[in-house]
């Protein structure tokens, strides 16, 4: 087994076991994870999601980030906002984006 292929393995394992526990925040996507506040899981995924777009696209490839849209709430340097209007996307919006943004790392993998 290559090692792109073990990779492919261990990014859709973890995408596997995270989407089902942000399907079960998506009703309270701005919930703060403690008492002293802390990163909500909108953000978080959001982020995770906008940060894997520029690995496979922009950094690597030099190609136009396919969620430039989403800097100002998930790029680099921003920070957790409870104020919803911050934010133009929803947890099943993220997770089907996801899907899109793993597509392409997949095949950049192959």
């Known amino acids: 087994m ?3 292929e073990i990779l492919a393995t261990q990014i859709e394992t973890a995408k596997g076991m995270v989407v089902p526990l942000l399907e079960d925040l998506a009703d309270a996507p701005l919930t703060s994870p403690t008492p002293n506040g802390g990163n909500h899981p909108l953000w978080i995924a959001g982020h995770l999601v906008f940060s894997e777009g520029s690995l496979t696209g922009p950094l690597m490839f030099g190609t136009p980030h396919p969620l430039a849209e989403w800097k100002d709430s998930f790029g680099r340097g921003t920070e957790p ?3 919803p ?3 133009s996307v929803t947890i099943p919006e993220i997770i089907a984006k996801w899907g899109e943004i793993r597509e392409n ?4 993998l192959a």
Do not use: C, G, R
């Open 105 to 108: 790392t997949l095949a950049q």
């Open 81 to 83: 906002s409870d104020d």
């Open 2 to 4: 290559k090692a792109t």
């Open 85 to 87: 209007s911050q934010y």
